[in-house]
């Protein structure tokens, strides 16, 4: 059975990814900061049926706890087939450059790309062992320099300013990593969920989880095509 993690996968938009890829048959672990919200999660799953999926401690902020991580899933599996950097926070206002708070500014980019890169970095030798490892970077439009520098949004995306550069540097990661990658089977890719109703965003997203995560499954289950170093949103390319 191929194997997935999932990185802040207790709830929102990781907890549906979950939830579809183990739909699909895959063995998922749903990474949680807090190992009981990560144990509450697979039960949830659990009631609908979905036997193989199983919680770790998680926090992507944490090397120690990303290692732990590494080492419980070393000690399970041959190979991991998938890792999915979803664990994400938006920060609060506001999020200027002009006068925003720089502590909100460094946790954003804590967790939204520092996070992902060493989860990424730990989990490499074991998705290594994989024959066709994928990688995927759960980003945001709002992290697209095409569509910030475009008149239409730049009104009000300034909102925005903090988190969408931690999701541009989240995704200079993705092509960077492609790159370095490119001589092997990994594939490694950004996707956008999409505005999507999840705590994140206090519910206001016009998709749902469910729909967010759709987005993400596809990309993760492209199969063996070789497509490495691109954007996605429901199963079309946007502009970096
Ligand atoms: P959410 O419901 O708030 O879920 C975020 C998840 O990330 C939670 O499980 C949270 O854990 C976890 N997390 C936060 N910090 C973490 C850390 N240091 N270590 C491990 N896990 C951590 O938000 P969501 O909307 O599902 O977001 C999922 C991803 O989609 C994020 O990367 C977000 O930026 C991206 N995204 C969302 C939207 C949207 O409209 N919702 C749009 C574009 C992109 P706790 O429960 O412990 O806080």
């Known amino acids: 059975m191929k194997t997935v993690l999932i990185t802040g996968a207790n709830k929102g938009i990781g907890l549906e990814t979950a939830k579809q890829l183990a739909g699909l048959g895959y063995f998922v672990y749903l990474g949680s900061r807090d190992k009981q919200q990560g144990l509450k999660a697979v039960e949830k799953l659990n009631a609908l049926g979905l036997a193989n999926v199983d919680a ?17 899933l070393e000690a399970k599996l041959d190979a991991l ?59 945001s439009e709002v992290g697209s320099l095409t569509m910030q520098s475009s008149a239409a949004k730049r009104a009000n995306w300034a909102l925005f300013s903090a988190y969408g550069s ?59 095509e070789l497509t490495t170093g691109k954007f996605y949103q429901d199963r079309g390319e946007v502009a970096w």
């Open 166 to 224: 931690s999701k541009t540097a989240l995704n200079a990661f993705t092509i960077m990593l492609a790159n370095e990658l490119k001589n092997t089977a990994f594939r490694v890719n950004s996707v956008t969920p999409g505005y999507t109703a999840t705590d994140l965003n206090g519910h206001q997203g016009l998709k749902t989880a469910a729909e967010g995560a759709r987005s993400i499954v596809h990309v993760a289950t492209l199969g063996d």
């Open 56 to 72: 770790v401690q998680l926090d992507v902020t944490n090397l120690a706890s990303v290692q732990q991580a590494r080492k419980e």
């Open 81 to 139: 087939n998938i890792l999915i950097n979803n664990a994400g926070i938006a920060g609060h206002q506001s999020q200027t450059f002009r006068a925003g708070d720089m502590t909100n500014l460094r946790q954003l980019f804590e967790t939204n790309f520092f996070g992902a890169v060493q989860t990424t970095q730990q989990f490499i030798p074991l998705l290594e062992k994989a024959a066709h490892p994928v990688i995927v970077n759960v980003s």
